[in-house]
């Protein structure tokens, strides 16, 4: 092993489109990374491709790798363990990282740990703050906003989550998405919704808060997305692309969406850390780079007296470096078979 006198594991990720793998220590080190995003291939087509996710997972998992194998300075027999997200997510996407790993561990004889991708994606807030020197960010309430998730959990600790609520539709991101599509903006629209609505008057169109006030910790985008549509064309058959807007009136649209997503998120969280009684929040997902949404959960963080811990922004998104959470399941024990299967779909509950 090169430099390194720590315990190292390998972690693979490959729930949607990144294919991804990092070399972290028991500390939460990262000697080796690699992410090979595959946006240009979904981009035509407005969203994740299920099977064309599938494929390019399998031309790039190997040389992923072992790229991040071979900056870590590491080899196969070095680690201490192999772990990968076995669910959610694509399950031809789940498929082969679970496979590659498997194949792996039984070929360097390494045990093999299970990570949930989203635990993974709250103890991305936990490796922010183990670097800056801090303590335990447990217990927590965990708002994850992806691409594919808009949940809160209530964390006892790292692996020890329980499920308090998440879309009954469309994930956050997933709207953002589909509202930039409408408009025209590219894919992944979030990046591109939020820079319009820098622009725009949140208060120009008066657009839902779906379940904001049903007492649960459910939400709800879909409705959103319709109310955004019909603002734009109206009911019936549209084809977007041919849609002429003023640049006024489409800033102003992202602005009065992107009021309408935040304000849930923010009271369904602020509700949700009332009602449990715990010190803080973490963030974690693509559109937790949000500004809109980091400036009205600091806010509220400052009114309501929590501490607020949103993943940094390279940590927001899907990668592997927050595979660190297996160190977690390795101090328990809990280690997976080479009988693991991949746990798809849009995870409720767990
Ligand atoms: O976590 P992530 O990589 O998604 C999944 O793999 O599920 O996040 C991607 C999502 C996309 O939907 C993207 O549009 C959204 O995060 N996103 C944003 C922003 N940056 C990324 N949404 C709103 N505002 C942003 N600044
Ligand atoms: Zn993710």
């Known amino acids: 092993m090169g430099e390194c006198d720590e315990d190292v594991l390998l972690a693979i990720e490959s729930t949607c489109d990144e294919t991804a793998a990092a070399v972290v220590t028991r ?6 990374e690699c992410i090979a995003t595959q946006e240009n291939l979904h981009e035509q087509f407005g969203g994740v491709v ?3 996710a599938a494929r390019a997972h399998l031309e790039r998992i190997l040389p992923v790798i072992d790229t991040s194998l071979r900056q870590a300075g590491v080899e196969g027999k070095d680690l201490h363990a192999i772990a990968v ?3 959610p997510g694509l399950a031809g ?3 082969v990282g679970v496979v590659a790993a498997k194949s792996l ?3 360097w004889q390494k045990p093999l740990v299970a990570i949930n991708h989203l635990h993974a994606h709250l103890y991305a807030c936990q490796l922010s703050r183990t670097a800056d020197g801090d303590a335990s960010v447990y217990p927590a309430i965990g708002l994850i906003v992806s691409g594919g998730h808009t949940t809160l959990y209530l964390c006892r600790d790292a692996i020890d989550l329980e499920y308090l609520g998440g879309t009954i539709d469309d994930a956050a991101g997933e709207a953002f998405d589909k509202v930039a599509a409408m408009l025209s903006l590219g894919f992944p ?4 919704v939020a820079r319009w609505a820098e622009k725009g008057d949140d208060q120009a169109f008066s657009f839902p808060r779906s379940k904001q006030h049903d007492g649960s910790y459910d939400f709800s985008f879909s409705g959103l997305k319709t109310a955004v549509r019909y603002a734009i064309v109206g009911p019936g058959r549209q084809d977007f692309s041919t849609l002429e807007l003023s640049d006024e009136i489409k ?3 992202c602005a009065s969406f992107e009021a309408a997503v935040v304000d849930v998120l923010v009271a369904k969280s602020r509700r949700a850390i009332r009602e449990h009684g715990v010190p803080r929040l973490l963030v974690g997902g693509g559109v937790a ?3 809109r949404l980091r400036r009205q959960l600091e806010e509220a963080a400052e009114a309501d007296g929590f501490d607020l811990v949103i993943a940094p922004p390279e940590l927001c998104t899907d990668n592997a470096v927050m595979g660190a959470i297996a160190w977690k399941k390795i101090d328990r024990n809990d280690f997976a078979t080479l009988d693991l299967d991949i746990t798809p779909g849009l995870q409720r509950g767990f």
């Open 93 to 95: 996407s789940l498929l």
């Open 85 to 87: 997200a076995d669910r």
């Open 27 to 32: 500390s939460g080190r990262v000697l080796g």
């Open 251 to 253: 800033a102003n649209v």
């Open 105 to 107: 561990a039984l070929a």
């Open 289 to 291: 780079a949000n500004r």
């Open 50 to 52: 299920p099977e064309i």
């Open 189 to 192: 629209g979030g990046v591109a």
